[in-house]
């Protein structure tokens, strides 16, 4: 016997970004509740939109589930007295779990017979159990952010304004802050008036009738649509990006797309202002032709039917002719403003406390990228625009724009260094100073941006280790694993024949010359080593296995290039050959093995005595040096490849020769031999990581 | 609608609701919220209801008159009732329909915004109303202020009076908005935007604010010894509209900046606390009376 559960918590508008995230923990707190109180159920759907977040549960039991269980009580020795009597401890147990002491029964567990007693509940009533359960269901809830209203001592996300609470069409009794839980709800704010639901399964078309979509899916489909149905009616490309798609979608109850319009004559402004102006004030979605050029016209989604859609149009042209004046104003007003100018405000702007302003971080940017362009051996005019791009690369933070949308970094100092007559390779360099902005997003692609990037990162990673900033867990203010992170992609990208020490190196110098460090560079350096390892890792795991990850990473990531393509191609090899190159591995890991019981690895080749032994010390020297040049060139693939060669002398080597010979000085040899071969196959990976 | 309609039509329709109507404060603020009517009465046990237009100085928002939605001084038409009604959305939107502003041929939406007043010790949570995609309200039910948890809970909400008007009058321009049938908003504020601009950017004597800072910041110090709450309470706001000043001169840096907005928030956060004591001290008068019902 079943009936549908209806729970729908009636809010004040709840903000969009945290809607999603609570139908999820509504759902999952009322599926472990039904759970743990053994009612058995149907589907469970969860709907929100911004005025409800709502569970409804298809076919829950009328009645808990019985269950039968068996405690264990006292040892038969203890359980009895003298006389054969129940002990007191026996009738204690019986008292205990409400029982009489003739339902014992005896049980042997590790020798030692024990009273047990088969105990069943008879479930109670669903009914009997929902307004409590519910209640704590409500007051479980959690929100990023919690508020009070009134006079109540109770918190939410917002004002909670009506309950419906439906076991069939039966109400749960309940109330919280003055609200008792009903079968009425509220449609549209505007559209809709207070309704009955009668039931739990008329819930969704009731609302429908009242222009309330609940379901999330079904109201991203309707924009979505209507959307695809502009952009083709009017040959556009509406651009729907997925972030405000999501916000739209929980600002609305019912969603109705609008287009407008504004003046042509502000596309002389660049269209990443315009679009970034539209979306973050206004959350429209941005109007683009075939070849992605922005055009004079804006999408938007309204709460509400096609009523004097006109009026609304009209409305939201007038607000945003309003705002991009302001763009238009400040771009205008940006352009007055000379790059030298600008340069000496960024001494008055604090980047942080202990590591001085924006000017002094310039200072150590352009010290730093000097002189990593020198280690990269860059070309004259390279030198020169590393420079000035490092000089210049924040001039853009004290512009009006980024003080308006801080998001527009770089992107307008781009804008205006050219205007302003800088290099194409400056101009673009400050734009690219800031890639990798996300994980998805790209490295700079200019070897210039690439240096100015990492010289950035490394700056503020180097003065936040050197002031104790470390990141821990979750903590990590400044973002500063996304910048090793970005550091690390920016290496890959481009190549680079650099190495994490001698970044770290060159940052911590800079530092120590231009300001008070609190903690030595030997200290900074070891905290830096572990968290670029962790990073690089990371970067790793991405395309390899994790015990391949761990091999490569054991024989050194400081050339993060080499790591990687070490990484690469070990992985290959596990996957591609099978047995061959598994045996290969198996012949290695006898040889470090064996090597671990090595005193040293200095070979005497006199010493040298049974063919084997030979066999496998002339084909490794053949070896030795191309391996080292395949991987100092970080040809990989190449040093694997000559690696493996080594297997079939391995192999006979273990066969015929007996390493543990009695005389000290062959046995010793013979280990020294093996030690000195596993110092070659560990600057390639710890072999023995793996896992097949 | 004209202006002086709007305001009228709103103090009878929050009268209606039970505020009582009162006047601008005489001491220059950069929000109703600065108001004491505001910052310390939406502190404590007692029950308040009020409404009332504020003009308020921003005075880095000063362009001469001549941005045609920028200003020195606007106007915010402030509702504060504590506890906050079940109610007062719809209130809210009654309000709106009052303004001849019908939901149905608009698009009206609740937005999320989270209002901080740093220098003040205040935080809220609630939204700006959307009005077809302008913002014309600030809606916020009061968790904290002057650095103290609010219980009960005061709900305020702030129309942006110029806002309002532009959408209601159709008009681009600000200066252009209709005060009374044949005076324009313009013709009562434009002068002053302008001398109020160019005192603010050119003329004012930077040595001076920074000295009448000081004097301010003292006076409202020595009103605090004696428990004066609402004396020195107008210090604090002369502090605070002499830092805006210098701000807007551009004399304070990043930096010091900082260091200013602390002072002024340790004094504000004193005489919130002072105010309670005293409060408590007259047995919170307020809550004997409950909530009469007005006539």
């Avoid at chain 1, 009636?10 to 009612?39: C, H, I, N, T, Y």
């Avoid at chain 1, 942080?352 to 051996?377: M, Y």
């Avoid at chain 2, 002057?146 to 532009?166: C, D, H, K, Q």
């Avoid at chain 2, 005293?278 to 007005?294: A, Q, S, T, Y």
Wanted: overall charge negative.
């Amino acid at each position: 016997m079943s009936k549908d559960l209806l729970f729908e918590i009636g809010l004040e508008e709840v903000p969009a970004r945290f809607l999603r995230a609570a139908m999820q923990q509504l759902k999952d707190r009322v599926v472990k509740w039904l759970e743990q109180s053994r009612l058995s159920h149907g589907d469970v759907h969860a709907y929100a939109t911004p005025r409800r977040l709502v569970v409804r549960v298809e076919s829950l039991a009328e009645k808990q589930d019985d269950v039968e269980e068996e405690v264990k009580g006292p040892s038969r020795k203890i359980a009895l007295d003298e006389s054969g009597a129940w002990s007191k401890a026996a009738l204690g147990f019986a008292r205990g779990q409400g029982v009489d002491p003739e339902q014992f029964t005896f049980k042997e567990l590790n020798g030692v017979d024990y009273i047990y007693v088969t105990k069943s509940s008879v479930g109670v009533e669903t009914s009997s159990l929902l307004a409590e359960g519910l209640l704590n269901i409500l007051s479980s809830m959690t929100f990023p952010k919690n508020m009070r209203w009134g006079a109540y001592d109770y918190k939410f996300v917002r004002p909670i304004r009506w309950l419906v609470a439906l076991f069939g069409s039966e109400i749960i009794e309940m109330e919280v802050t003055d609200v008792k839980a009903g079968n009425v709800t509220r449609g549209h704010r505007f559209l809709g008036t207070e309704v009955v639901i009668s039931d739990p399964a008329s819930y969704v078309e009731t609302l429908r009738e009242q222009h309330v979509i609940v379901d999330v899916q079904e109201r991203k489909a309707m924009i979505e649509q209507q959307i695809q149905a502009l952009a083709d009616e009017k040959q556009w490309k509406i651009a729907v990006k997925e972030d405000l798609l999501e916000e739209v979608l929980f600002l609305v109850e019912t969603p109705t797309v609008l287009f407008g319009t504004f003046d042509p004559s502000f596309l002389n402004i660049p269209q990443e202002v315009l679009i970034t102006s539209m979306r973050e004030h206004q959350r429209y979605f941005p109007v683009l032709d075939d070849q992605g050029k922005l055009l004079p016209f804006f999408v938007t989604v309204r709460n509400g039917d096609a009523t004097s859609l006109d009026v609304i149009a009209k409305g939201n042209e007038k607000v945003l002719r309003a705002r991009l004046s302001d763009a238009k104003f400040f771009y205008d007003e940006d352009q007055k403003l000379q790059i030298k100018d600008a340069l000496s405000k960024l001494e008055t702007i604090v980047f942080h406390e202990e590591l001085g302003t924006i000017g002094d971080k310039v200072r150590r940017i352009r010290r730093i990228a000097d002189q990593v362009g020198q280690a990269l051996h860059i070309s004259g005019n390279q030198v020169e625009s590393v420079s000035r791009a490092a000089d210049i690369c924040k001039f853009d933070l004290v512009t009006q724009m980024v003080y308006e949308f801080p998001e527009l970094q770089g992107v307008m100092g781009e804008d205006y260094a050219r205007k302003a007559g800088e290099n194409e390779d400056v101009a673009k360099a400050i734009f690219e100073h800031y890639q990798p902005r996300s994980a998805s997003d790209d490295a700079p692609s200019s070897i210039v941006g690439a240096i100015i990037s990492m010289a950035d990162k490394m700056d503020t990673i180097v003065g936040c280790f050197s002031i104790g900033i470390i990141p821990t867990g979750s903590q990590d203010p400044y973002a500063l694993r996304r910048q090793a992170q970005g550091i690390v992609q920016i290496m890959i990208a481009h190549q680079l024949p650099l190495t994490l020490s001698q970044l770290f190196d060159i940052a911590l110098d800079v530092h120590e010359e231009l300001r008070d460090m609190k903690r030595t560079k030997s200290e900074i350096s070891k905290d830096l080593v572990e968290f670029f390892g962790l990073r690089v890792k990371k970067v790793l795991s991405e395309n390899v296995r994790y015990d391949v990850v761990d091999a490569v990473i054991q024989a050194g990531f400081d050339d993060v290039v080499s790591v990687v393509a070490r990484g690469d191609a070990l992985m290959q090899a596990v996957n591609s050959s099978t047995d061959d190159f598994k045996t290969t591995v198996e012949s290695f890991n006898r040889v470090s093995n064996l090597a671990a019981k090595a005193g040293n690895a200095e070979v005497s080749e006199q010493l040298l005595q049974e063919e084997a032994e030979k066999a496998l010390y002339t084909a490794w020297r053949a070896v030795q040096q191309p391996y080292h040049t395949a991987l100092s060139e970080r040809e990989a693939p190449k040093a694997l490849a000559l690696l493996a060669q080594l297997k079939e002398e391995i192999t006979q080597f273990f066969d015929a020769v007996m390493v543990m010979a009695e005389d000290d000085n062959i046995r010793k040899n013979r280990l020294a031999l093996l030690a000195s071969l596993d110092q070659d196959l560990k600057q390639f990976a710890d072999f023995n990581k793996l896992v097949w | 609608m004209n202006f002086q309609k709007m305001i009228l039509t709103l103090q009878q329709f929050w009268a209606d609701q039970n505020c009582i109507i009162v006047n601008p404060y005489d001491t220059e603020k950069g929000a109703g919220t600065m108001n004491p009517m505001t910052f310390l009465r939406s502190l404590g046990p007692e029950p308040w209801k009020v409404a009332y237009v504020e003009p308020s100085r921003r005075p880095s928002d000063g362009r001469y008159g001549e941005n045609p939605n920028r200003l020195y001084q606007h106007h915010q038409f402030q509702v504060i009732i504590k506890p906050s009604p079940d109610n007062i959305q719809e209130l809210y939107l009654d309000s709106l329909k009052a303004l001849g502003v019908d939901a149905l041929h608009h698009d009206i939406r609740f937005v999320e915004d989270n209002w901080e007043n740093p220098s003040l010790g205040c935080a809220g949570l609630g939204w700006e109303v959307w009005l077809d995609g302008m913002e014309i309200t600030q809606f916020t039910y009061f968790q904290q202020v002057g650095g103290i948890e609010t219980n009960p809970v005061a709900v305020e909400i702030t129309y942006g009076m110029e806002r309002l008007a532009s959408y209601i009058q159709e008009k681009e321009n600000v200066f252009d908005l209709e005060w009374v049938n044949g005076i324009a908003y313009g013709d009562v504020f434009h002068q002053p935007e302008v001398e109020h601009s160019k005192y603010t950017f050119e003329v004012s004597d930077v040595k001076m604010l920074f000295t009448l800072f000081n004097m301010y910041e003292q006076e409202a110090n020595k009103a605090m010894e004696q428990h004066l709450v609402f004396p020195a309470y107008d210090y604090v706001l002369k502090c605070s509209h002499t830092f805006n000043l210098l701000d807007a001169r551009g004399a304070i840096s990043v930096t010091e900046r900082t260091g200013y907005i602390t002072r002024v928030r340790n004094l504000a956060r004193q005489v919130a606390a002072t105010y309670l004591e005293e409060r408590e001290k007259l047995g919170f008068p307020l809550c004997k009376k409950g909530d009469v019902e007005h006539v």
